[in-house]
């Protein structure tokens, strides 16, 4: 996604000079809208950050053709959810929020819920007992090596690992807790937006779909609207979409699907219509429809119900989850590809489920050999220094890091590093804006010499 980011701009530098920007469309303010209402809705009811906050951060440094328009959309925040015009003849974008679901784009046209009340504080809830670390927060003592210490210092320093913009730290070895920061405004209890590193957490979740039965990776996808005779399509497999090997087109290189993050369109309208270009299994091509599509796949196998509270009852709470949250499209359909929200001690405990070989307080929730399975590439690979296994990132070409090291990417600085060696975790969050990159690979080479 970094990389399709820099292309990008790469183009728009090398324009020519006499070259004009185009006017925006009423469908790109209508994307920057959504844009606008889902992040403020998802940031401030499931992140608990600021309206200003946000605006601040989270929304500078976006994709080009939308970074201009935010400043002029004005937000309307309710206890429902975010409201933004855009157009005089149309109703604005609207985000509504939901407890345990997040926050929801509707579609473009759709009239925004007519009793918006003004955001007031809302009570505290009661809480049980906070279970001990990893399951809970309590018990915590952080003690970090001065030399890791150090390391860990660095990430905030912008010039240090490129130019991206460091939020959250956590370092786990041994299943301890051994560095743990964070910016201004963010901390233990910040959610943030994975984005793609919920690929990563598709692909658990489809592991613990196999544990229980409801599928195989090596079986037909079954996505129900490709199950027409003579659609080549139906031939596709769970493993081919897992590994960005569908060989379905996508509007660009598969890693902007603005329709459907912010455009309020669905996953069986948008995602399921795309054709073939290439045969499955010979070629990769990162795409977010992929990872869409095999939840997709999970939705018509496993029937509404167990679907719609899947990813929490199957990982996020048996794990100690708690602050984690998966948003669908408005039909219900997990947009599993991005849009998850947690927080970066969330993303350890998801770290240590694969330390453990997806063994949690001695329950298997994920298959015997799964972690060997998304991590062992196969078929057509990416470009780059980075190999791809099955939904997550290959880190065994990278100098100074061990060869079993693998991990989970997402935009902005999205990074969750697992080294079984070495038992150890590396969460990186990050709002790294358009263009930047966090090196990610340097860091990891950092922290584990740091612990040597």
Known sequence: MQRSVSVALALLIAAPAAAQPKEPTT???????????LTLCSGMFNGGRTQAQIEALELKGIYPQYDALLPTLKAEVSELG????????????????????????????????????????????????EPRWPQGDAGITVRTPAR????????????????????????????????????????????????SVAKSLTGTL??????????????????????????????????????MASG???????????????????VTQEVTAWPLDAMPGTRFRYANNDIVLVMRALRAKAGDEVYATFPQTELFDKIGMTRTVAETDWQGNFILSSQVWSTARDLARFGLL????????????????????????????????FGYGATFWLMSK???????????????????????????????RGEDPAGARFDIAQFTADVLAALE
Request: aromatic share 8%.
């Open 27 to 37: 469908y790109d303010r209508a994307i920057a809208a959504g844009y606008k209402a």
């Open 148 to 195: 890791l210490a150090a390391v860990a210092q660095r990430a905030f320093d912008e010039k240090s690992y490129g130019t991206g913009t460091t939020t959250g730290l956590v370092v786990v070895r041994n299943g301890r807790i051994i560095a743990e920061n964070y910016a201004d405004g963010f901390g233990p209890k910040v959610s943030q937006r994975t984005w």
């Open 398 to 428: 990278s100098p100074g890091v061990p060869a079993d090291t693998f991990a989970a990417f997402g935009n902005r600085g999205q990074y969750v590093v697992i080294v079984p060696s070495r038992k150890v975790v590396i969460v990186r």
């Open 354 to 385: 694969y330390l453990n070989d997806g063994v949690w307080n001695d329950e298997r929730i994920l298959p015997e050999g799964w972690v060997k399975y998304v991590t062992t590439p196969s078929g057509p690979q990416p470009e780059g220094e």
């Open 248 to 266: 379905l087109h996508s509007e660009t290189a598969g890693n902007r699907t603005d329709a459907l993050y912010f455009g309020g369109t669905t």
């Open 82 to 129: 975010v409201a933004v015009g855009f157009d005089a003849m149309l109703p604005p974008r609207f985000a509504g929020w939901a407890p345990g679901r997040g926050c929801t784009i509707a579609p473009i046209g759709s009239t925004p819920p007519a009793h918006l009340v003004t955001l007031r504080e809302m009570p505290p809830s009661e809480k049980a007992v």
């Open 206 to 243: 489809i592991g613990a779909a196999v544990q229980r039965g409801l599928l195989s990776a090596d079986q037909k996808s079954g996505v129900p609207e490709w199950q027409t005779d003579g659609d080549p399509r139906r031939n596709i497999t769970i493993d081919q979409l897992l590994r």
